[in-house]
């Protein structure tokens, strides 16, 4: 087969970009780094009553909770 100007080979299909957008990408989901001592005091916060309405939205969404359910218990029990 004969190449043509774009340098492909004739007959190959153009290409296409498959990779996801950036935009998209980072509009789904962001990464966040978290300090394990501050997830778990907002864990223990949140179990009992004491977190703030945005930190109770935030906990939710960073460990996908479904609105209303308290985060999973910790091995060895609440910190005191």
């Given at each position: 087969?004969?190449?043509?100007?774009g340098?492909a080979l004739?007959?190959?299909?153009?290409p296409?970009?498959?990779?996801?957008?950036?935009?998209t990408?980072?509009?789904s989901?962001r990464?966040?780094?978290?300090?394990?001592?501050?997830?778990?005091?907002?864990?223990?916060r949140h179990r009992?009553?004491?977190?703030?309405?945005?930190?109770?939205l935030?906990?939710?969404?960073?460990?996908?909770l479904?609105?209303?359910?308290?985060?999973?218990e910790?091995?060895?029990?609440?910190?005191?």
């Amino acid at each position: 087969m004969a190449a043509h100007a774009g340098g492909a080979l004739a007959g190959d299909a153009p290409p296409r970009d498959t990779a996801p957008s950036c935009s998209t990408a980072v509009a789904s989901r962001r990464i966040q780094w978290v300090n394990t001592p501050v997830l778990i005091e907002a864990m223990e916060r949140h179990r009992q009553g004491l977190l703030p309405r945005s930190m109770q939205l935030w906990l939710q969404q960073l460990l996908e909770l479904p609105p209303g359910n308290p985060p999973p218990e910790l091995p060895g029990g609440p910190r005191h």
